[in-house]
């Protein structure tokens, strides 16, 4: 059995930097280039495998590497039944059923016996089959939007995250088939074998996601206003109080939703909260 693990992430495409950024966040040091195949992660037993977008989950499948990075819309299309070890909370985008801008159809309904284009053909024919809407899927490996435009097609179905490419191919959006976002998978075999090492990975990649959608707050307080300022403060658990060198004053400490965060900020103000700050979090372990 190989003593060190295999990470099979993208070489390229819109996965690629956050995907990075997550393993050096969570303290992996190595050295990414642009055509390096792998790179040997110097202070943990992994290597990081660079590989096309559409053969991760092959690699990992087929136990060449015991994680990957991908996407649920990739994972769907593949149809592979990979263990799904944690959502990465990045790449969010939509499958989503566009037509002409000028077209009369309204929501998908509207397109059963019609030709439907995408790069999704297993996910976009299983969507409509479970809708019972006939269609006929048109599989296209690139530049989706144009079908429409090229009679290829009366709709189509693509990604889309803000939806500028649509309306810049004169498309409009009539309905979602499927979300997506980053996930991290596992091969059956190092799941079976190595449990222990994926759960360590997995600890290492969820303690930075749940940092990145927190803060850590520190306030001064008169202990007089405790129980209204610590109403104001659903953290993780109760926020730490301790006593400070002046006669009636706390300092308390707490971690919150970084969403919260300003709006919080007022109310604690008002309650009698003094020399705020806000931190970020480097990692959590819940």
């Given at each position: 059995?190989?003593?060190?693990?295999?990470?099979?992430?993208?070489?390229?495409g819109?996965?690629?930097?956050?995907?990075?950024q997550l393993?050096?966040?969570?303290?992996?040091?190595?050295?990414?280039?642009?055509?390096?195949?792998?790179?040997?992660v110097?202070?943990?037993?992994?290597?990081?495998?660079?590989?096309?977008?559409?053969?991760?989950?092959?690699?990992?499948?087929?136990?060449?590497?015991?994680?990957?990075?991908?996407?649920?819309?990739?994972?769907?299309?593949?149809?592979a039944?990979?263990?799904?070890?944690?959502?990465?909370?990045?790449?969010?985008?939509?499958?989503?059923?566009?037509?002409?801008?000028?077209?009369?159809?309204?929501?998908?309904?509207?397109?059963?016996?019609?030709?439907?284009?995408?790069?999704?053909?297993?996910?976009?024919?299983?969507?409509?089959?479970?809708?019972?809407?006939?269609?006929?899927?048109?599989p296209?490996?690139?530049?989706?939007?144009?079908?429409?435009?090229?009679?290829?097609?009366?709709?189509?179905v693509?990604l889309?995250?803000?939806?500028?490419?649509?309306?810049?191919?004169?498309?409009?959006?009539?309905?979602?088939?499927?979300?997506?976002?980053?996930?991290?998978?596992?091969?059956?075999t190092?799941?079976?074998?190595?449990?222990?090492?994926?759960?360590?990975?997995?600890?290492?990649?969820?303690?930075?996601?749940?940092?990145?959608?927190?803060?850590?707050?520190?306030?001064?307080?008169?202990?007089?206003?405790?129980?209204?300022?610590?109403a104001?403060?659903?953290g993780?658990?109760?926020?730490?109080?301790?006593?400070?060198?002046?006669?009636?004053?706390?300092?308390?400490?707490?971690?919150?939703?970084?969403?919260?965060?300003?709006?919080l900020?007022?109310?604690?103000?008002?309650?009698?909260?003094?020399?705020?700050?806000?931190?970020?979090?480097?990692?959590?372990?819940?």
């Open positions: 059995m190989r003593e060190r693990l295999r990470l099979a992430i993208p070489n390229k819109r996965l690629v930097e956050p995907t990075i393993l050096h966040d969570a303290g992996l040091v190595f050295e990414a280039h642009d055509r390096s195949l792998v790179a040997r110097q202070n943990y037993d992994l290597d990081v495998l660079f590989v096309r977008t559409n053969d991760i989950i092959e690699f990992v499948g087929d136990a060449v590497a015991d994680l990957g990075v991908t996407g649920v819309d990739l994972l769907a299309e593949s149809r039944d990979l263990p799904l070890v944690r959502a990465l909370g990045y790449g969010r985008c939509r499958l989503a059923a566009a037509v002409p801008s000028d077209s009369p159809h309204r929501g998908v309904d509207d397109l059963a016996g019609l030709r439907v284009a995408t790069a999704h053909p297993n996910v976009t024919r299983r969507f409509f089959d479970e809708k019972a809407i006939p269609v006929e899927v048109i296209i490996s690139g530049a989706v939007e144009v079908a429409p435009r090229l009679g290829l097609a009366e709709a189509i693509d889309v995250s803000t939806g500028s490419t649509l309306v810049m191919n004169g498309l409009r959006p009539i309905g979602d088939v499927l979300e997506s976002e980053a996930i991290l998978v596992a091969s059956p190092a799941q079976r074998e190595r449990a222990d090492d994926l759960a360590a990975i997995d600890t290492m990649f969820s303690a930075v996601i749940a940092a990145r959608s927190r803060k850590y707050l520190m306030m001064n307080a008169p202990a007089g206003r405790l129980v209204e300022l610590e104001l403060l659903p993780l658990e109760s926020p730490s109080i301790i006593p400070l060198a002046h006669d009636g004053m706390v300092a308390i400490h707490s971690v919150v939703d970084a969403d919260d965060v300003w709006a900020l007022p109310r604690l103000k008002a309650a009698g909260a003094s020399g705020i700050l806000v931190l970020p979090i480097e990692k959590i372990l819940p």
